[in-house]
């Protein structure tokens, strides 16, 4: 590494110990942010310059000379990452080198800025946020345009109703690039128009919303879409229709071989807002205002410095201990990135590194921790069980599969739950017509996991419900996940038509032929699961040894789906603790009922409302909510608790759609209770 020591400290207008920052991939971006950083109100120094290039990087330092930074160390990521003087570091290499460099420089203790798109997906992105929150450290997607003050003024404008309500929101970002080579028309390094800068068009829109509504962020909950996928397999234009909550829809255009007007136009029932140069940000970007009873109006925003501006913001959030900017949060950036999938999708575009038959790797790229390994591991939270004839400890928490959208997207999820000591996932054959086994199977091979994990198989849904079709579930199952055996099979559902002795006649063949290590039933009644291991025992066969049926705190007065079988009532409980059959409550939050969107009030959900509501049951909401005050937890966590501590063994599953919900979810493993919470809880005290 070639560097130089600094010989004199560096202060902020201030007095403070100005913040020493790092770049990481020292390219065209680089430059601009370099350029602009002088003018930091914070006093920003360039301490270091990384790259895979040592040619790139002196040349960066030395550029860096002209700029007023005399003392530039260059050399390799790893060593601006080790340099004492960094602080913050800018990351800005192409999309898909993003997710390494922030981990290593979240682990290295450093505050990051990252170029847009966070990561090429929403997999990655979560992924990537859960490590900052974890660190206590700020993370924060470069939109700088949402740090210049035309941005904060036009925002203001909406806030004020300066054109009346917000009705509709018009944005583009596109460009004509000459040639279709480099990284913008390369799919393995995420190239196209809708990851590159469509993110522009789409976090303005979103911001626009959160003004007018007064959300924190601003999701569409309806998105179609059109565009072109040129000859190299990027997309060179797209135009997308978004619709959000409360009716504010966006036009939002991208692209890399069409030049658009690059505006942005904000409409309202009293008028319009004009922005001719939203994204670029030039010396002196103006806002135009029409309305119908004011003569136009321009404001004009001169002389700022959007690079220095989000910089500043990075560094003042790591002084105040914050992991978010104000001007561009993670939950932000999450959503960002949840919408840029969806755009992709809804025109055909997915990269060959996030394809289901991809391998893809960790987050970090290192291998997978399996926690469950070390049970008894400092910073484990699970809690573990077993099940006779798995044959592997099995964690209490099981991981159902089918809030995953992508294999990116699972992967993230999966591999945050088997760090955190999980190792039970639940899978079934009707889920997503077969693709969310199929993608668990992946995961699974991708991670050379099988014989770390237990996989839960289900089939036989109805209509096809009786032992043929159980059969052939079961072979295209397995051929689904890539395996030659399930851990667990369970029957989805039963069909009382069909003499209990068939079922357990051919399951009780698989099982002998290896296919199967233990089976039972889901959405089954405890009576047809006597009448089935009674069979097995009059007739030499393996019994059904775990039941899966809706339980929890909150005691269900109608199942949400046809065919579905609760545990709640006082007769099933006592059954379960007489015969001590594991169950595998599915539901066991009641669908929502404890995160707080229940009141006697709201009968909005009507399924909510047909499974649940009752005085009892809100005495129960009360009481875990009283109690999770006394522990430091959500109700929620309380809910999962009371499943935890029954009187029999249970392995509740959750199907958690984010990282953040995971380790929501999770957080009941750390709640004790004793059989006398437990009984007050379900009102039996």
């Known amino acids: 590494?070639?560097?130089?020591?600094?010989?004199?400290?560096?202060?902020?207008?201030?007095?403070?110990?100005?913040?020493?920052?790092?770049?990481?991939?020292?390219?065209?971006?680089?430059?601009?942010?370099?350029?602009?950083?002088?003018?930091?109100?914070?006093?920003?120094?360039?301490?270091?310059?990384?790259?895979?290039?040592?040619?790139?990087?002196?040349?960066?330092?030395?550029?860096a000379v002209g700029h007023g930074f005399a003392d530039v160390a260059a050399g390799t990521h790893t060593d601006a990452l080790a340099d004492p003087r960094v602080d913050a570091v800018y990351v800005s290499t192409v999309h898909t080198g993003h997710a390494a460099l922030v981990l290593a420089a979240l682990e290295a203790g450093k505050a990051v800025l990252c170029e847009k798109p966070l990561a090429p997906n929403h997999g990655t992105a979560m992924a990537l946020a859960d490590a900052a929150r974890q660190a206590g450290l700020p993370l924060v997607e470069a939109y700088m345009y949402r740090f210049h003050p035309q941005t904060a003024a036009l925002l203001d404008l909406v806030r004020e109703g300066a054109v009346g309500e917000v009705t509709h929101v018009d944005a583009a970002f596109a460009f004509r690039a000459g040639e279709r080579t480099g990284r913008l028309f390369d799919v393995d390094t995420a190239g196209g128009g809708i990851l590159d800068v469509g993110g522009y068009p789409v976090t303005m829109a979103a911001a626009v919303?959160?003004?007018?509504?007064?959300?924190?962020?601003?999701?569409?909950?309806?998105?179609?879409?059109?565009?072109?996928?040129?000859?190299?397999?990027v997309d060179e234009w797209t135009v997308a229709q978004l619709t959000y909550r409360g009716g504010i829809t966006a036009s939002v255009r991208t692209g890399v071989r069409v030049q658009d007007d690059n505006a942005v136009t904000v409409h309202g029932s009293r008028g319009r807002i004009v922005l001719t140069d939203p994204w670029t940000l030039g010396d002196a970007p103006t806002i135009q205002v029409h309305t119908v009873d004011e003569d136009p109006r321009t404001l004009t925003f001169p002389g700022a410095h959007p690079y220095a501006l989000e910089a500043d913001a990075t560094t003042d959030a790591l002084r105040t201990g914050s992991v978010d900017a104000a001007q561009m949060t993670l939950d932000e950036s999450l959503a960002t990135a949840r919408t840029l999938d969806r755009w992709r999708a809804a025109i055909g575009l997915r990269y060959p590194f996030e394809a289901e038959?991809?391998?893809?790797?960790?987050?970090?790229?290192?291998?997978?921790?399996?926690?469950?390994?070390?049970?008894?591991?400092?910073?484990?939270?699970?809690?573990?069980?077993?099940?006779?004839?798995?044959?592997?400890?099995?964690?209490?928490?099981?991981m159902g599969v089918d809030n995953q959208p992508d294999l990116a997207h699972a992967s993230a999820?999966?591999?945050?739950?088997?760090?955190?000591?999980?190792?039970?996932?639940?899978?079934?054959?009707?889920?997503?017509?077969?693709?969310?086994?199929?993608?668990?199977?992946?995961?699974?091979?991708?991670?050379?996991?099988?014989?770390?994990?237990?996989?839960?198989?289900k089939g036989a849904h109805t209509p096809f419900c009786d032992p043929e079709s159980l059969t052939r579930q079961l072979l295209e199952s397995l051929d689904r996940q890539g395996t030659d055996y399930a851990d667990v099979y369970m029957m989805h559902r039963d069909n009382p038509d069909i003499p209990v002795g068939e079922f357990v006649d051919v399951l009780d063949e698989h099982r002998r032929a290896g296919r199967i290590r233990v089976y039972g039933g889901s959405n089954w009644t405890t009576a047809r699961f006597d009448e089935a291991n009674a069979w097995a025992r009059a007739n030499g066969k393996h019994g059904f040894e775990v039941l899966s049926n809706h339980f929890g705190l909150a005691e269900a007065y109608d199942v949400p789906w046809d065919g579905c079988v609760h545990a709640t009532d006082a007769a099933s409980k006592a059954w379960l603790e007489e015969r001590q059959v594991p169950l595998l409550p599915w539901s066991s939050q009641a669908r929502g009922f404890f995160t707080g969107r229940a009141t006697p009030e709201d009968t909005s959900?009507?399924?909510?409302?047909?499974?649940?509501?009752?005085?009892?049951?809100?005495?129960?909401?009360?009481?875990?909510?009283?109690?999770?005050?006394?522990?430091?937890?959500?109700?929620?966590?309380?809910?999962?608790?009371?499943?935890?501590?029954?009187?029999?063994?249970?392995?509740?599953?959750?199907?958690?759609?984010?990282?953040?919900?995971?380790?929501?979810?999770?957080?009941g493993l750390s709640v004790d209770l004793t059989p006398e919470q437990v009984a007050w809880l379900d009102l039996r005290d």
Request: net charge negative; charged share 20%.
């Open 1 to 63: 590494m070639s560097a130089q020591t600094a010989t004199t400290s560096s202060t902020s207008p201030t007095g403070e110990q100005a913040p020493g920052w790092a770049v990481l991939g020292p390219g065209q971006i680089a430059r601009r942010f370099l350029s602009q950083l002088p003018a930091s109100d914070s006093g920003a120094v360039l301490a270091a310059a990384g790259s895979t290039s040592a040619e790139r990087a002196r040349a960066f330092a030395d550029e």
């Open 209 to 233: 919303v959160q003004a007018a509504t007064g959300v924190a962020v601003a999701e569409p909950t309806e998105l179609s879409a059109h565009g072109t996928l040129g000859p190299t397999g």
């Open 357 to 398: 038959t991809a391998d893809i790797p960790t987050v970090s790229g290192r291998p997978l921790t399996v926690a469950a390994h070390e049970p008894d591991r400092a910073g484990n939270p699970m809690r573990y069980g077993e099940v006779p004839g798995v044959g592997k400890q099995m964690s209490r928490l099981v």
């Open 413 to 457: 999820i999966f591999d945050l739950f088997v760090e955190q000591g999980g190792n039970v996932f639940d899978t079934g054959y009707v889920y997503g017509g077969g693709v969310l086994e199929g993608r668990l199977g992946r995961w699974i091979q991708n991670r050379g996991v099988r014989e770390d994990v237990v996989v839960i198989t």
């Open 605 to 667: 959900d009507a399924e909510l409302v047909r499974c649940y509501y009752s005085d009892a049951n809100f005495e129960r909401l009360r009481r875990a909510t009283e109690l999770g005050e006394r522990f430091s937890v959500p109700a929620t966590a309380i809910a999962l608790a009371y499943v935890l501590h029954q009187p029999f063994p249970t392995f509740p599953l959750f199907g958690p759609r984010t990282i953040a919900e995971a380790r929501s979810s999770m957080t």
